[in-house]
């Protein structure tokens, strides 16, 4: 029973520094994806539990998902006015996407209920943009989306009435493995903003 305890714990330490190099991963790409675009970082926003509890608040009843926030985290680089576009612009990750998969095939799944989301194996870890021209609306976006590689939503009733709209596209994670890879996507996704009439520039870095 000890040594199967030691063993756990053991497991317990390689994956919170396993967890510590990749949130440093991603917040180093969030940070280049913002200055590629030329947009600065404005505060972020857990969208699986709530904030990690801070400065002496919080109860030990919370969630422990309330403690793993970037399980889905958005970072947000707010709104800039370009070429008289109202633009909003967020990226999220998602590390695991199993309670999600499965969520669609079970709507009462409890987000607590970890052993039954899909399998790590068959689950992804993946960027989501979200660009926003003139509305910034997205709290239902990934409600009935949230697996397809590409959505739109548009404010007002008819389609001749609508003034804002608001672009979602994913990527995986592993498609951003190095600078040039990482570089191919951001291009398709300002080309993918230039289809709907978005003027959202890459800006590409000199090494």
Known sequence: MQENLNNAFVEVRKAYRLLADYQKKVLDLVDFIGNSFGRTYAGGHSKYGDPTPRNGKGSLDLWSWDWLTMYFYEFSFGTENINNQELTFSVFIVSDTGYYDEKTRNKTLDKRDT????????????????VGKDMWEHKGVFVDNFNKPEFLTKSGGKESDEK??????????????????????????????????IEFKFIEKKI
């Open 115 to 130: 052993e039954v989301f899909t399998s790590p194996q068959e689950s992804e870890t993946k960027l989501i943009f979200l």
């Open 164 to 197: 804002g709209i608001m672009l979602y596209k994913s990527y995986s994670l592993a498609n951003f493995s190095n600078q040039k890879n990482a570089e191919e996507q951001l291009k398709d996704f300002e080309q993918y903003c230039k289809s709907y009439d």
